[in-house]
């Protein structure tokens, strides 16, 4: 089965703790993203890789880091310096930037207290 | 900044009642168009695009799409609503090849 895979589908971790969300996808797709969703705000980008060893931030890269060390794995840590980091994280992927549609994992839930 | 509008947050519909939802997205050259639809805590299935060619476009579930490019749109329609397709829907729109812009959603809740 191609697809996406992101994990824990929840997790919870204390403020001022870095925390990092797993992608993985096995659609041989050059490129991935990571995008935060809010009540009521649709979709933000947060940081996109085009090809390995690349990436560029989106429009709200303040307080997260990326690594794109293998074609098929895209993590996302949430730093302890994103001031508002509860949210429904959700991974995306397509066989290029600007190639049609975007496939997307189930997301996971992060809950910081 | 290019921007996608959908007017309605929330809509509901008896079952068996016809749907449309709107969407609007800021202009530039010929965008990419999309659909997609996500239920409660999981990730976003793809209904249907637009690329080219017939602004008439056919998607999963029955759902179908127009776009009007005098009028910048990409409406949603469905002749009949199933239960089933409560859930919360996405218009998204892929400027210059690399600039994916997503809708804030409109929640559909369904009446039996």
């Known amino acids: 089965d191609g697809g996406i895979t992101q994990s824990p589908k929840y997790l919870f971790r204390k403020e001022g703790q870095n925390v990092t969300l797993s992608c993985e996808q096995n659609l041989n797709h050059d490129a991935m993203y990571w995008y935060r969703q809010d009540p009521g705000q649709g979709l933000r980008l947060i940081y996109y890789?085009?090809?390995?060893?690349?990436?560029q931030k989106g429009d709200i890269a303040e307080g997260y880091s990326v690594s794109r060390e293998k074609k098929e794995s895209f993590p996302l840590t949430v730093t302890s310096a994103q001031k508002n980091p509860t949210a429904f994280y959700l991974c995306?992927?397509?066989?290029?930037?600007?190639?049609?549609?975007?496939?997307f994992g189930p997301g996971t839930r992060l809950t910081v207290t | 900044a290019q921007s996608v509008t959908q007017p309605d947050i929330h809509i509901t519909v008896s079952e068996g009642a016809s749907l449309e939802l709107r969407c609007n997205y800021s202009y530039g050259a010929t965008p990419y168009l999309f659909w997609y639809v996500q239920s409660p805590g999981q990730g976003l299935q793809l209904l249907l695009k637009y690329f080219s060619g017939d602004t008439l476009v056919q998607g999963i579930k029955g759902f179908e799409a127009e776009f009007k490019r005098s009028q910048s749109s990409f409406n949603l329609r469905k002749p009949s609503v199933h239960w089933s397709d409560a859930a919360e829907y996405f218009c998204a729109v892929l400027y210059n090849n690399n600039d994916m812009r997503f809708g804030a959603g409109t929640r559909l809740t369904v009446k039996p």
């Open positions: 995306a992927s397509s066989p290029g930037t600007g190639q049609g549609e975007q496939y």
């Open positions: 890789s085009q090809i390995v060893n690349d990436f």
